[in-house]
């Protein structure tokens, strides 16, 4: 067995590979070992594709910074809204409590300005205001307004007086008649968006309200179309440089195509409402693991248990709409008009 | 004398805040003094002074700038090496030594802010619009440098002096030739380091991120 390539025989020959042009270098890697020449290929490999580590890590110092709670203080205007109280900080801006003229409350979400200068944020920004606004359903949260401020971008929308599934199934197991009940209403939202062509992309609890009075409520409609933030993508260093994906808290779920980096398609869409209505169910998040390696291999590979073994009370039909749901294959997929009837998602 | 930068050793384990915090400035003038003159463990005294000085100028340039939206590492740096040493006596090796240490602390602060950032620390459960998770620029910048913080580790390990150049260049903003000052080494030395370094990182942070 041969010994590993040393340390200073690796700089050597790629230090010596790079001045020659690109044409010669196979000659001159031919005549190395065999790990030698696969150590310095691999690098320069990764030479010739050198955004990272381009600019600083400005976006994260901002971030430091702008932590400390509350860019806008009560009572500032951002065109006809009155802020009232910061609500939630992340990474795009925060979401105010505001009034309008008349003093009912909206939320209102501002992008935040040091992000105005990148093309990429505001333009998914803008395409979340756009998407949001030509949907007109009681399942999905209301657009009222977008537009410029001196405070910076900012949509205007439906106030919701609840808190996320995140958040109710942290706090503990669900009725399974409660749980069709709302999962019917996310399939009727889902169901509308998709027959108006729009595409949510991001389905998942944290993006999901339950309001006071019981009606479900999705929320962050029609994400951006490029960017690493939907799927990772194939290469692992996007447009910016930046490591996509894996860590993002929506691999959980997204589905395999996704994984693979194909494109998204309503079929997605069901998938992803399939892996919430399974955890709401079940009480477990059917693709749950470790690691992202896990959860990768977990989606595109486990067998998912019914989830009547793991829990009394579940119709059978249900159990088996939500593991098509989950069908690895599209096309295995019910449309999320069919899983909506089958919920009996009336919605009442 | 030039001193060894790559035997400082992480902050994470030197933050030793015993080190008398009555007078910083003084303390920095003198510790980077120290180092010139070859007294290694001067620099590890400096971190935890650097540090908490790097800290309270992002709090008190929040409060003064709620939207600065050209925030750099490198000018929170300035400013702390401004604040903290004497800058009308220092020498520019002495600079680029106390840069060479505000990097490093830059780097801790950073990394250790993204990780919070990633655990998922979100503050009240009454969010109406999860942003969080609407647009992750700053997630994945901050996905971004922790994987590329491991993968100094790692690197540092089989080649120290190449990671620190990383560290003073993407961390601390430091030009080649500064850094070159720093480490007691050629400016075409410190470039050969930073391309081989930087081909090495996106190669280790490609197999840990498929």
Known sequence: MNPPPAW???ERLYHEALELPVCERKALLARASPALREEVESLLEADSNAELLAAPPTHVAADLLDGQPGGLAAGQRVADYEVESLISIGGMGEVYLARDAAGRPVALKILRSHLIGNAQAVDRFETEARAASALCHPNIVTVYESGKS?????????WVDGSTFRAIMDAGPV??????NWGGQAARALSAAHTAGILHRDMKPENIMLRKDGVVKILDFGLARHGGAVGPERNSMGASGTISGTLSGTLLYMPPEILRGETATSASDVFSLGAFLYELTAGQHPFAGETPLDVFEAIECRTVAAIGSLRNGVPREVDRLILRMLDRSPDGRPSASEACEMLGGAGQ | MTANVTDLKPAVCILDWNVSETNPQGEVTRLLAAWSSGDQSALNKMMPLVYAELHRIARRAWSQHPHSNTLQPTA?????????AN???????????????ASK???????????SRLSGKRGRGLANVSLDDVQPAVHQEAAEIVALHEALEALHNVDPRKSMVVEMRYFGGLGIEEIAEAMGVSVATVNRDWRLARSWLIREMKRESP
């Open chain 1, 8 to 10: 200073e025989e690796i």
């Open chain 1, 150 to 158: 001196p405070a910076g971008l900012f949509i205007a929308m439906e």
């Open chain 1, 175 to 180: 009725e399974i008649a409660q749980a069709m």
């Open chain 2, 76 to 84: 929170l740096i300035n400013e702390a090496y401004l604040k903290l």
């Open chain 2, 87 to 101: 800058a009308e006596n220092a020498s520019f090796q002495d600079r680029c030594h106390f840069f060479a240490v």
């Open chain 2, 105 to 115: 602390a830059m780097r801790q602060i950073l990394v250790n802010h993204a990780k």
